[in-house]
């Protein structure tokens, strides 16, 4: 239980907040690159601030505020030039620095004046990495932008989902140390929801947690489980500040502002060894759509079933009504870490896993279960058979909603020829 102060710190993200500035700290991924196959130009909303991505006609990437500081024309509707975006109200154009490169009509009437050397515009960087955009909000200098060892598994399809949850970052980024609710909210309600009613999935046991550099690792034994299994061996990893990685994917929890958030799934699937070498043109990225046509929240898939305990907690949860119980231990070491971050991100410290050192950032290693199979790859014949990857071969288990183009593209790759079905 936390008083409304202290909710209001883990919570409130927005220009100035303690959590706003120690978040800013970090790269977020914010948009997939094969957006842009189709559009030069994105608004997106990050931290409460209206921002537009684009890519400018030399392939450079840029992120700046929504509104032209001449007029406040909305800029998502600008065009990119070989150099920076083009504001299509009255044409000032400006660099991904933020400067002012041009004003059509001033430049030519009161070039004296030089106007624009007085004009700048919000401009945050953007980097590529792993079919994602990210941008660095922070102070400079931007530390580096992780290169998690995964983003280079090779003979792998990988596809970025994106979708906006109507509630506070915090409390998805909680769901990423809470390990029992996988026994109930997916294995348990996905039995009920196709009418099993016993027997349910094996129980936990016992749930560890425990903090590395990069986060906090959550151990967990289930039924007849021992400790030697790689969920309690390895674990799982709630990556630091706000994601979680579970070896064959990602979840970043990105704020929106205060009551929403972008999540952004990027997923890796080793083709079976048959189908090696694999090489992916580009990685696509979808919209995962959160509610069917009646309007009611989608349950049908992992992370679907995730987004319903979030908005269901409310806009933000009031965790001063909450009652933590032992299973909760997780969450009381991250808001424990937090709280400690927030302190020293005001004194000037740097914040935890920050990376600049760029010998120690090539294929960063975070604890993985099931190494070998993710690394190595297995024949189709028993990827098949395995209780875990093999339901992966004919559907995309994380999120409803998959495009078909995608799910013919990842049927080639895993080379089934299964005449289409999905
Ligand atoms: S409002 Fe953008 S150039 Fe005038
Ligand atoms: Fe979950």
Not at 183 to 192: D, G, I, K, Q, T
Request: glycine share 8%; net charge negative.
């Amino acid at each position: 239980m936390l008083n409304q102060e202290k909710n209001e710190l883990l919570t409130r993200v927005g220009r100035g907040t303690p959590m706003g500035d120690l978040l800013r700290r970090y790269w977020m991924p914010i948009a997939g690159v094969t957006e842009f196959e189709r559009r030069a130009t994105k608004p997106v909303r990050l931290f409460g601030e209206d921002l537009v991505l684009y890519r400018d006609l030399d392939g450079k990437w840029g992120l700046v505020d929504r509104h032209c500081p001449h007029r406040r024309a909305d800029l998502a509707y600008g065009f990119p030039e070989s150099e920076g975006l083009r504001c299509n109200y009255h044409g000032w154009r400006f660099g991904a620095d933020g400067s002012c490169l041009e004003q059509p009509y001033e430049d030519v009437a009161h070039p004296e004046a030089r106007m624009k050397d007085r004009i700048r515009i919000t401009a945050y960087p953007v980097q590529e990495k792993a079919g994602l955009l990210w941008t660095y909000m922070g102070p400079a200098p931007a530390p580096l932008l992780p290169d998690w060892e995964a983003f280079s598994w090779p003979n792998g399809f990988r596809q970025i989902v994106l979708s906006e949850i109507p509630c506070n970052w915090f409390q998805c980024q909680e769901n990423s140390i809470d390990p029992v609710h996988f026994e109930w909210m997916h294995n348990n309600w996905s039995l009920r929801q196709r009418g099993v009613l016993q027997p349910y999935s094996p129980a936990h046991k016992e749930v560890g947690f425990e903090e590395f550099e990069h986060g906090f690792l959550y151990r967990r034994v289930r039924g007849n489980g021992r400790k030697e299994d790689p969920m309690w061996a390895v674990g799982r990893v709630c990556l630091w500040p706000n994601a979680v990685f579970l070896g064959d994917h990602f979840e970043w929890r990105v704020p929106i502002d205060d009551e929403n958030t972008l999540s952004v799934c990027w997923s890796y699937t080793r083709v079976p060894r048959e189908s090696e070498p694999y090489v992916q043109a580009s990685i696509p990225t979808w919209h995962g759509p959160i509610r069917d046509e009646h309007g009611d929240w989608i349950s049908s898939h992992v992370m679907n079933q995730d987004f319903v305990a979030w908005v269901g907690q409310g806009r933000i949860a009031d965790r001063s009504l909450e009652n933590l119980s032992a299973s909760d231990r997780g969450i009381t070491m991250i808001r424990k870490k937090f709280f400690e971050e927030l302190d020293a991100v005001a004194a000037g410290a740097e914040p935890k896993g920050v990376l600049r050192d760029p010998d120690r950032n090539h294929k960063v290693e975070l604890p993985l279960a099931f190494r070998e199979i993710l690394t190595g790859g297995m024949p189709l014949a028993e990827l098949k058979a395995h209780p875990i990857f093999g339901r992966h071969l004919h559907d995309y288990v994380f999120q409803a909603g998959q495009p078909e183009p995608v799910a013919r593209a990842y049927r080639e790759a895993m080379g089934l020829d299964d005449g289409g079905g999905h």
